[in-house]
């Protein structure tokens, strides 16, 4: 089991920028794939990016493509989400996620391939 603690989050103006850290910690935190989703209120959970265990490989969702970057830091245990040119709709709830079964090269994109979760942390972006 990996656990999941969130930071960075706040309140920014339209076309800034952003870093959200994921500090995770368990026995098996250094081999876990791990994942950024997002929920804003009303709608569905959305993927954001992912990335696998040695950073090799990352993914994004369309809506962020181009303008948000997942890297991670092993020796930290910690993965970030540095978030440039912020829109209203990005504003949303944040969530890191782990899959620590995953293959070296393997990045997911689904919620149900990830076992761990974090509480969150808010983004909010005004115009």
């Known amino acids: 089991q990996v656990q999941l603690v969130e930071s960075g989050g706040g309140l920014v103006q339209v076309g800034a920028s952003l870093r959200l850290a994921c500090a995770a910690s368990?026995?098996?935190?250094?081999?876990?794939?791990m994942g950024w989703f997002r929920q804003a209120p009303g709608k569905e959970r959305e993927f954001v990016a992912g990335?696998?265990?040695?950073?090799?490989?990352?993914d994004y969702g369309e809506s962020v493509k181009g303008r948000f970057t997942i890297s991670r830091d092993n020796a930290k245990n910690t993965v970030y989400l540095q978030m440039n040119s912020l829109k209203p709709e990005d504003t949303a709830v944040y969530h890191c996620?782990?899959?620590?079964?995953?293959?070296?090269?393997?990045?997911?994109?689904?919620?149900?391939?990830?076992?761990?979760w974090g509480q969150g942390t808010q983004v909010t972006v005004s115009s």
């Open positions: 996620a782990a899959n620590d079964r995953a293959i070296l090269s393997a990045v997911y994109l689904t919620a149900n391939q990830y076992y761990d």
């Open positions: 368990g026995r098996t935190s250094s081999r876990a794939a």
């Open positions: 990335i696998n265990r040695n950073g090799r490989f990352t």
